[in-house]
Each structure stands twice: as C-alpha cells, then as structure tokens.
C-alpha cells in the first residue's frame, strides 16, 4: 500500500537527518510519497508565517508527518511551531519512549520506560500576559476533558503494548486545584483498566527516583510541563537528546518528531546522529500499520548499536551521518 507523508525537514540539522531517515524508509521497500513542506523561520520568509495552512492541510489530508526539530527564538520572535502544530491539529498525546541502546555510554543501559504527556494544555499553553510593567500573570489551565482523554490514552496504549503500570506524575499536595483535577482523572479513568497498576508520585520525588532507581517505573502520565522537563531528564539517563524518538498523536492526525532541537553548532557537518528521527520513523511506520518494516528497521538498527563499529561522534564514535545510514541499509539487506 502507499502512503503519502507530510515532511518538514526542519532547520540546522533537520534536514540531514530527515533526509536520511527518508533514506532508510525508502531502502526497506515502503511505498512513500513524501509530501514536502516549511515551518518555522524558512516559511516565514517564503510565506510570511511560520504555520503555512498549505502544511496544515497536508497533514490533516495525509494523517501523518515526519517533522525534523524548528529553531525556535527564545524570549522574542515567533511562538513555537511545534506548540502551534500541536494545538492547531489538536494532538493531546505526546509519546516517547525511552529504551537505551547497546554500546552506547550512559547510566542505565536496561532502561525501558515510556512517558504519556498531555500535550495541549498546563503552564505550556503559553497564556501568559504583562499585568502592570513589571508583573506577569500565566495561566495554568487543566480540564477534566483534556486529562481524562490522555489518561484513556495512557491506558489503551499500555494495555495495546503489554505495559503493567503507569504512574501518575503531579504537584497535587501544592496545585491542589489543577493538578488535584489531573490526578482524579487519572484514577477514574485507572478503574476501567485493573489490570494494570495505577500509582502516582510527587513530581519532584518522581525526578530524584528517576535518577536513582528509574527501573521502578514502566509508563509515567504527566501533564504538559512536567512531561517536557522529565522527558529530557530521561533521555539523559539513556545516553542523551539523539536518540530518543517522540510521537505528538490526535484525532486528526500524527506528527512523529526528534525531541532534540536543531543543534546550530553542528549543522551542515554532515555529522549529526540521526537515530533520533529514526526510531521516531519507525513508531510512523507501527502507527501506519507497516510492523514489518518497522521491525526489520529496528532490528538492523539495533545490530549497527550491537556491533559498535559505526557509530556518530555524540556516542563516541567517528562515523559521519551518511556511513550510519549506510551500515542500517546494508544490515536491512544481508
Ligand atoms: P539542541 O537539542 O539543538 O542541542 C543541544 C546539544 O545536543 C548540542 O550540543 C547539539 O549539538 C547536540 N545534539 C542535539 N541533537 C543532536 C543530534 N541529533 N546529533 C548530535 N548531536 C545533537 O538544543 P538547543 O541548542 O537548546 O536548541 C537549538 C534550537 O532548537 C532552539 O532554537 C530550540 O528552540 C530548538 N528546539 C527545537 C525542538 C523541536 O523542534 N522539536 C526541540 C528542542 C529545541
């Protein structure tokens, strides 16, 4: 079957590594068309706005998109394409799995766990607003609709992947308002589903066990901001920002993502580690219905990181982004 796929190759890095892991998609024999398409400070400049509807609508057409990271300005300048993307297709639930990968240094190469993050709304919607000159207001905001809709999605997607326990991240001892909605939701929601353990745990004893004991936890719930700081804390645990794939999923749409940005003092080095972008290709390739050629993706994967030979210089190795492409390929074929 073919599939058109909506591709934002991204700035700094993006584009190597989005052409890449078009590349390797490719070589594994999927039928694609790539429908290819600028966000971010490129579109400004072509379009005059940094979410062409011409992207929107290729994604709702499409369903799906492979996104390279967007530089975004801090403090001034545009808002975040990746938050106007997730709020303009509505896609309430931020994926990432976190499984270290062999040979490569870090401090705990068994891990395997998955954050949920609630990806629409929490400090994170960006509701912020000058109250007199020298003050600022931002506003949290929690629904009872948006946090029983990521907690069902916490649980069917544990339930799907054979997962045993989610825990359920929150400051509800201090937001006893905000946070106090997230978690009851979240326990509603875990009486549908008894076969999987439902817990919970202050945000901040979650951060210190994560870097003490990080094998305690299977899935993790957490709303916006909290999932995005403690999304990074366990890509640091695994061996860092290249490698871990991220999934912003809805109703109307996917857009599988790096979560690492677009490494301006790398970029056009032609060194950049595009794994990353490479397991997120092959959650698209799961969520596309495509098993086997995500498996045998992943598999030629892993034995390039099993073998240790060919690996780029953010894992300590020397090898450019073309020859770690070059090794998947040829491992997909032998
Ligand atoms: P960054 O992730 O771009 O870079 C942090 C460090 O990690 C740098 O030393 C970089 O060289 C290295 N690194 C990141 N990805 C790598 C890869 N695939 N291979 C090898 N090394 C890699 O974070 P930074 O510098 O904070 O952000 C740069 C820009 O990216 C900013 O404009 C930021 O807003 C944007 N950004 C975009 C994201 C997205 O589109 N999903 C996510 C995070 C940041």
Same mark, same amino acid.
């Given at each position: 079957?073919?599939?058109?796929?909506?591709?934002?190759?991204?700035?700094?890095?993006?584009?190597?590594?989005?052409?890449?892991?078009?590349?390797?998609?490719?070589?594994?024999?999927?039928?694609?068309?790539?429908?290819?398409?600028?966000?971010?400070?490129?579109?400004?400049?072509?379009?005059?706005?940094?979410?062409?509807?011409?992207?929107?609508?290729?994604?709702?057409?499409?369903?799906?998109?492979?996104?390279?990271?967007?530089?975004?300005?801090?403090?001034?300048?545009?808002?975040?394409?990746?938050?106007?993307?997730?709020?303009?297709?509505?896609?309430?639930?931020?994926?990432?799995?976190?499984?270290?990968?062999?040979?490569?240094?870090?401090?705990?190469?068994?891990?395997?766990?998955?954050?949920?993050?609630?990806?629409?709304?929490?400090?994170?919607?960006?509701?912020?607003?000058?109250?007199?000159?020298?003050?600022?207001?931002?506003?949290?905001?929690?629904?009872?609709?948006?946090?029983?809709?990521?907690?069902?999605?916490?649980?069917?997607?544990?339930?799907?992947?054979?997962?045993?326990?989610?825990?359920?991240?929150?400051?509800?001892?201090?937001?006893?308002?905000?946070?106090?909605?997230?978690?009851?939701?979240?326990?509603?929601?875990?009486?549908?589903?008894?076969?999987?353990?439902?817990?919970?745990?202050?945000?901040?004893?979650?951060?210190?066990?994560?870097?003490?004991?990080?094998?305690?936890?299977?899935?993790?719930?957490?709303?916006?901001?909290?999932?995005?700081?403690?999304?990074?804390?366990?890509?640091?645990?695994?061996?860092?920002?290249?490698?871990?794939?991220?999934?912003?999923?809805?109703?109307?749409?996917? =857009? /599988? #993502?790096?979560?690492?940005?677009?490494?301006? $003092? &790398?970029? %056009?080095?032609?060194?950049?580690?595009?794994? *990353?972008?490479?397991?997120?290709?092959?959650?698209?390739?799961?969520?596309?219905?495509?098993?086997?050629?995500?498996?045998?993706?992943?598999?030629?994967?892993?034995? =390039? /990181? #099993?073998?240790?030979?060919?690996?780029?210089? $953010? &894992?300590? %190795?020397?090898?450019?982004?073309?020859?770690? *492409?070059?090794?998947?390929?040829?491992?997909?074929?032998?």
């Amino acid at each position: 079957m073919k599939h058109t796929i909506t591709l934002i190759p991204g700035d700094g890095i993006g584009p190597e590594v989005a052409s890449t892991v078009v590349r390797i998609i490719e070589a594994v024999g999927v039928d694609v068309g790539w429908e290819t398409h600028y966000a971010g400070a490129q579109a400004l400049e072509k379009f005059g706005t940094t979410l062409p509807p011409e992207l929107l609508e290729s994604i709702k057409r499409n369903k799906v998109a492979l996104k390279g990271p967007v530089t975004t300005p801090i403090g001034k300048g545009f808002t975040s394409v990746n938050v106007g993307l997730r709020k303009a297709l509505d896609l309430y639930a931020n994926l990432r799995p976190i499984r270290a990968l062999p040979n490569v240094p870090c401090r705990y190469p068994e891990l395997n766990l998955v954050i949920v993050r609630e990806n629409t709304e929490s400090l994170y919607a960006g509701l912020e607003h000058v109250v007199v000159p020298g003050v600022v207001e931002s506003l949290k905001i929690i629904t009872e609709k948006a946090s029983t809709r990521i907690a069902r999605y916490a649980f069917e997607y544990s339930r799907r992947e054979g997962r045993k326990r989610i825990t359920c991240g929150h400051k509800a001892n201090i937001m006893k308002l905000s946070d106090g909605l997230f978690l009851d939701c979240f326990r509603k929601v875990a009486t549908e589903y008894p076969e999987i353990e439902a817990d919970d745990k202050i945000i901040d004893n979650a951060c210190m066990q994560l870097v003490m004991r990080p094998e305690q936890f299977d899935v993790m719930l957490l709303e916006n901001l909290y999932g995005d700081i403690v999304s990074d804390l366990c890509a640091g645990l695994i061996g860092g920002l290249g490698l871990v794939p991220g999934a912003n999923i809805g109703e109307l749409g996917a =857009v /599988f #993502e790096a979560v690492h940005g677009s490494a301006p $003092d &790398i970029a %056009g080095q032609g060194i950049a580690n595009p794994t *990353a972008l490479l397991q997120s290709g092959i959650l698209m390739l799961r969520y596309l219905g495509e098993r086997e050629a995500a498996d045998k993706t992943e598999s030629a994967m892993l034995k =390039v /990181f #099993e073998e240790g030979k060919v690996l780029t210089r $953010d &894992i300590g %190795g020397t090898a450019r982004t073309v020859e770690f *492409a070059d090794a998947i390929i040829q491992k997909m074929k032998a």
